[in-house]
């Protein structure tokens, strides 16, 4: 009888032990299929955020019409987009576009405030640009630009 018991549990468990390698092979089956679309997935925004930097513009938006000599001005700058955007630096441009003076660093909202002291009257000229690193294999820079003229009187 304690053989006929010792056999008929042998059996049991070998049955179970072979159902439960049949679920761990279909579990780690379609562990990878989901890895898989993972990856896509994760690519596919990275792209979408890639093109969504590449499209952008940036605006700005003042508050009054003229400022003054010698008084602290605002300038809002919006990007063309509502959502947050890929971590980026905004710095003021030498006299050919090219980065130069860091004024923020690590944004992720679509906009930020620019201040500054004009010190003459006439026509001043805003130049900023936006610096988006792009993590890719080439670790890309991608430059947004924008220009603002503003009137400033005595």
Known sequence: MKKTNFGLILILLTF???????????????????????????????????????????????AKPEFVVNEKSDVKFLFNYPEKLLTYNVYTTTSDGKPDKLIYENLTDNEFMYSFIPEKAGEHNIKLVAVFKINNKENEEIHVPTNLYVTVKE
């Open 16 to 62: 179970f032990f072979s159902c439960n390698e049949k679920k761990i092979s279909e579990l780690n089956n379609r562990i990878t299929e989901l890895e898989t679309q993972n990856k896509k997935l994760t690519d596919s925004i990275s792209k979408s955020d890639y093109y969504k930097v590449l499209s952008s513009n940036i605006v700005g938006l003042t």
